[in-house]
């Protein structure tokens, strides 16, 4: 080979070779880039980033990680994005006067990548504004077929029961960040057919927490979800009551709770063994589809009192009917 030759064709083969380097690196490759946090107040914020996949194709999960240091031991819900762009999600119940930081996060079947740590400061003010929220929280005992909403119950070892959070914008001004959390005492099992205002798609619980967002003035919003009591062997023997209380944040009304009670009769002897499956053979219970329309029905008429009167309507008209 002519020698005068030997360098253009090194050049050649390392020039190849780079761009080939490069290229495998951006068919393979995605990142995750984390942008400034919005909308943010004393107490929520909402976390932006975005999304970067060149030649990739196939599910793709981001989230963001978020704390009070680098540590963050938050994280949002994993949300589906199959190509680029911008993704955002809200969070709330955070400290007034208080650094926060939070990082996007992104996984495929290459991985999982993360972004750089960005910070935000929440303002040091209260809840602002006068706007008023009536909260209610209601229980029915579907188990025993009683469809009379009351603040208390009584029930069974097994029953599966429905409670019902009722909330309305009683003034003349919309409600923003509204957000729902109940937490349920020991032996009271969460059971899912979770509605948010009718919807049977709702993602979430109530247990972690719904964020319900705005409830224009003067309208109702209905949370539902359904409950089940604990098995014979782990109540106490007698009588116990199990109470609950739903905590509901906003930007207008501030925090404040609703309460319901369920009372329990324990009169099975020890060492029976009881395994409640969910099935009940009941059809209220197992349907799920008359409460619900007793509770998008009902909550309109919650705050007149002209539930209780529906309520006793409807069971007067099941009671005539055989299953």
Same mark, same amino acid.
């Given at each position: 080979m002519n020698n005068k030759f030997t360098p253009i064709i090194l050049t050649a083969v390392f020039c190849l070779a780079f761009a080939s380097s490069a290229l495998a690196q951006q068919v393979g490759g995605f990142n995750v880039q984390t942008n400034s946090a919005t909308?943010? =107040?004393?107490?929520?914020?909402?976390?932006?980033?975005?999304?970067?996949?060149?030649?990739? =194709?196939?599910?793709?999960?981001? %989230? /963001?990680? %978020? &704390?009070?240091t680098t540590s963050y031991g938050n994280e949002t /819900?994993?949300? !589906?994005? !199959? =190509?680029?762009g911008s993704f955002s999600q809200n969070i709330v119940n955070l400290a007034a006067n208080t650094t926060y930081h939070f990082r996007a996060a992104?996984?495929? !079947? =290459? &991985?999982?990548?993360y972004g750089q740590d960005m910070t935000f400061y929440t303002s040091g003010f209260g809840y602002y504004g006068s706007g008023q929220l009536l909260a209610g929280k209601k229980v029915i005992n579907l188990t025993s077929g009683n469809l009379n909403w009351q603040s208390f119950v009584n029930a069974k070892p097994g029953d599966v029961l429905s409670f019902a959070i009722t909330l309305q914008a009683t003034g003349n001004q919309d409600i923003h960040n509204v957000y729902v959390r109940d937490v349920l005492p020991s032996n009271l099992i969460y059971r899912d057919n979770l509605t948010v205002n009718a919807s049977l798609n709702y993602s979430g619980d109530p247990v972690s927490g719904i964020n319900i967002g705005t409830i224009?003035? &003067? !309208?109702? @919003?209905?949370?539902?979800?359904?409950?089940?009591?604990a098995g014979y062997n782990n109540l106490p023997y007698g009588s116990s009551v199990l109470t609950n209380s @739903?905590?509901?944040?906003?930007?207008?009304a501030g925090s404040q709770t609703a309460s319901s009670s369920v009372f329990v009769n324990n009169s099975a002897v020890y060492g029976v063994t009881t395994i409640p499956t969910g099935l009940t053979n009941n059809f209220l219970t197992d349907s799920f589809f008359l409460p619900m329309l007793l509770i998008v029905l009902g909550s309109w008429f919650y705050f007149s009192g002209r539930a209780y009167r529906f309520a006793d309507w409807l069971r007067g008209q099941t009671s005539k009917k055989t299953y």
């Open positions: 909308n943010i =107040s004393n107490y929520q914020a909402t976390l932006q980033g975005y999304l970067a996949m060149p030649y990739i =194709s196939g599910t793709n999960y981001v %989230w /963001f990680q %978020w &704390g009070i /819900f994993h949300q !589906n994005q !199959n =190509s680029s992104a996984q495929n !079947n =290459s &991985g999982t990548v224009s003035a &003067g !309208n109702v @919003a209905a949370v539902s979800y359904q409950v089940q009591v @739903a905590t509901i944040t906003s930007t207008e």
